[in-house]
């Protein structure tokens, strides 16, 4: 154990690498996917004890202690009607997306990856703006709603691009009810999407299910 001026005590690499810094601040069990829950916005302890399957009370509180003292998160009062304390990741813990968005598709490769095990909704979603497939996107632009166990999303399409936002746009083509482990069985698995419930524009909700491609997997074999 070592400890350091104006942090908690834990265990550090001492080694000056950035790698091995940001390893100190999320590379704790839990952490990532906290932040992950985060990025679209403030959440609930029992929100996050909910869509984070087999942490504890007890280590999730840890857990949050621990990031609002580095700075990545800070305690929150939700609006009316909702009047409740929250978590919601600062501007530099927002940054740590796109450390979880390539450490994704660095995992998606992997053979051992099971992409039939549960899914919270905050990660379907980011799965869009990770594996979107930029030619299958070519010239589509559209917005398409998501209520994901009784979350609101929804994702624009624009350019090649999925920018995802919590909560339902009313410009929305299209709207899609599911669990988010039938979406990915839809999008990654092959599943027919007459599984999900489409309302408004299904052309463009079925088109926008067709945009993502997983990587390929690894070669593990040592060249």
Not at 68 to 83: M, N, S, T, Y
Not at 125 to 153: H, Q, W, Y
Request: charged content about 25%.
């Amino acid at each position: 154990m070592t400890s350091r001026a104006g942090s908690e005590t834990k265990r550090v690499y001492d080694d000056a690498c950035g790698t091995a810094h940001g390893l100190e601040l999320v590379g704790d069990r839990w952490t990532l996917l906290i932040m992950r829950e985060l990025i679209y916005g403030p959440r609930r302890f029992s929100d996050l004890r909910r869509d984070l399957a087999g942490i504890s009370a007890n280590v999730l509180s840890q857990r949050l202690e621990e990031l609002e003292r580095r700075g990545l998160l800070a305690k929150v009062r939700l609006p009316p009607p909702a009047a409740r304390d929250a978590y919601q990741a600062t501007d530099w813990g927002l940054e740590v997306k796109t450390v979880i968005m390539e450490l994704g598709r660095f995992a998606a490769r992997s053979p051992g990856h099971d992409p039939t095990l549960p899914l919270s909704p905050a990660s379907i979603m980011m799965s869009f703006e990770t594996m979107i497939d930029e030619k299958k996107a070519r010239g589509f632009e559209a917005r398409v709603g998501f209520v994901l166990n009784g979350e609101p999303f929804t994702a624009r399409v624009r350019k090649g691009r999925v920018r995802v936002v919590r909560g339902l746009s009313d410009e929305r083509a299209a709207l899609v009810t599911a669990p988010p482990e039938s979406v990915a069985a839809v999008v990654y698995g092959g599943a027919p999407a007459e599984m999900l419930g489409i309302a408004g524009d299904e052309a463009v909700a079925r088109r926008f299910l067709t945009l993502f491609t997983l990587p390929p997997k690894a070669d593990t074999r040592a060249s």
